[in-house]
């Protein structure tokens, strides 16, 4: 089976054929899920801190695409502004510095592709406290559909083979018939010729 040819197949496609061809396709897991992660850290500075890390893990066979962040933070002093950077899903870092003594709210990250385990960062400076919810809205990933696809399609093509070999059989069977029936329709006319012309 050629690569293209699998992957070129899409989920519509192969229900049509396997429904022709009697093939059960393979389960699919629902489209969608959902990983929720609470974050919560009291770096206590007023100076800078580094990265904080949390791993995320992503439900396999799964990519997340999307990201919500809903955070709550206050500042440990009111002498200074706060920064406050995250990841941002795409190797960079989202800015959520803030002058107030409080900083909450929600963003959203698009147009992501994360799989396996996603190493949440956050570093900033002069931050009391920080808490974190972040969401990863996930679809089945582009390498467990195509595994998919190319599973199903190997199984359809396998079905069409046998029935296209037992259509040639079939095939063989009624030609062989036909050039009986017609050496037969040939015999009978040939001896009806001769019994006809002896009797004449």
């Known amino acids: 089976m050629e690569y293209g040819k699998s992957k070129a197949a899409t989920k519509e496609m192969l229900t049509h054929w396997a429904q022709i061809y009697g093939v059960q396709l393979t389960d699919l897991p629902k489209d969608t899920v959902e990983v929720y992660q609470e974050i919560k850290g009291a770096p206590n500075s007023t100076g800078s801190f580094g990265a904080v890390g949390t791993p995320i893990n992503i439900t396999q066979n799964y990519a997340a695409k999307d990201m919500k962040i809903q955070y709550y933070m206050d500042r440990n002093s009111l002498w ?88 040639l059989e079939e095939q063989a069977r009624l030609d062989a018939e036909q050039k009986e029936k017609e050496a037969e329709a040939k015999i009978s006319k040939e001896l009806s010729t001769d019994t006809w012309s002896m009797m004449c």
């Open 80 to 167: 200074h502004n706060s920064n406050f950077y995250c990841s941002n899903g795409k190797g960079g870092e989202r800015d959520l510095s803030f002058g107030g003594k409080i900083n909450q709210g929600t963003v959203w990250e698009n147009g992501l592709n994360l799989a396996g385990t996603f190493n949440f960062l956050y570093r900033g400076r002069n931050i009391e406290d920080v808490t974190l919810n972040v969401t990863l809205y996930c679809k089945l990933s582009d390498a467990f559909m195509l595994q998919w696809q190319t599973e199903n399609f190997n199984a359809i093509i396998k079905a069409y083979e046998e029935a296209y070999k037992k259509f």
